[in-house]
C-alpha cells in the first residue's frame, strides 16, 4: 500500500518505493534523466514526480506500469503541489528556461492554467486554510510569490534572500512559512 511507502527519485532516473515493513521495492522507470521532485497526493493514491528531463509525471499507486498522465514543461521540473483544496489538483513549476507555474487536473489531464513568474520556479506549498498557492523562486528573482487561486493573481511578494529560495515549508496551522536559500539563510 502507498500509505506505508517511502518515495525516493534519483539520479539514475527510477522513482522507487519501499515498503520497509516488508523490504518490498517498486520501480517506475519513465523519466530519461534524474528525478529532482517528489510529491504525494494527500489521500495517498497518486505520486506526482518530476525530472530534469523536463517531465511531470503522476503515477496511480495501485498501477504503476505506467504513468496516469505525463506532460512536457521547458526546463526540469523540481516544485510539485497537490491542492488541498480540490481533489485531482496539481501545481508544479519550471526551472530558468520555463519560469512558469502550470495547473493541471490530473483526473483529466487538462492543463487548467498557468502564470509566468519570470524567474525559475523553485518550491510550490499550497496553503492549507485558504485557496492560495506560495511559490519560491531563484534566477533572476530570488523572492516569495503568494498566489490566489484560481484568479493567479499576486496576493504579496516578499524579499529578503540574496540567491535561489530552494526551500519552502508551512506551519501546521498554515499561518506561517519558512524558506530557505543557497545564500544559507532562513527567513
Known amino acids: 500500500s502507498s500509505m506505508h511507502a517511502l518515495a525516493s527519485g534519483s539520479r539514475d532516473s527510477k522513482v522507487k518505493l519501499t515498503d520497509p515493513r516488508s523490504n518490498s521495492v517498486q520501480e517506475y522507470s519513465h523519466h530519461k534523466e534524474?528525478?529532482?521532485?517528489?510529491?504525494?497526493s494527500h489521500e495517498g493514491?497518486?505520486?506526482?514526480?518530476?525530472?530534469?528531463?523536463?517531465q511531470l509525471c503522476v503515477w496511480n499507486a495501485a498501477m504503476s506500469q505506467r504513468p496516469q498522465m505525463?506532460?512536457?514543461?521547458?526546463?526540469?521540473?523540481?516544485?510539485?503541489?497537490?491542492?488541498p483544496h480540490q481533489h485531482g489538483l496539481l501545481a508544479c513549476g519550471g526551472?530558468?528556461?520555463d519560469r512558469r507555474i502550470h495547473f493541471y487536473n490530473t483526473l483529466t489531464g487538462a492543463q487548467l492554467a498557468d502564470i509566468d513568474t519570470g524567474a525559475q520556479v523553485c518550491n510550490l506549498l499550497w496553503a492549507s486554510n485558504v485557496n492560495e498557492i506560495v511559490s519560491t523562486h531563484g534566477y533572476q528573482?530570488?523572492?516569495i510569490i503568494i498566489w490566489k487561486y484560481p484568479k493567479l493573481s499576486t496576493v504579496a511578494t516578499l524579499t529578503g534572500h540574496q540567491s535561489r529560495v530552494l526551500w519552502?515549508?508551512?506551519?501546521p496551522d498554515g499561518q506561517t512559512i519558512v524558506t530557505g536559500a543557497a545564500d544559507e539563510t532562513l527567513r
Request: with cysteine; hydrophobic share 40%.
Open 168 to 171: 519552502l515549508a508551512g506551519s
Open 95 to 97: 526551472g530558468a528556461a
Open 70 to 83: 505525463q506532460t512536457q514543461l521547458n526546463a526540469a521540473v523540481k516544485a510539485i503541489a497537490w491542492s
Open 34 to 40: 534524474e528525478v529532482c521532485g517528489l510529491k504525494w
Open 141 to 143: 528573482h530570488n523572492n
Open 45 to 54: 493514491s497518486c505520486l506526482s514526480s518530476g525530472g530534469n528531463d523536463n
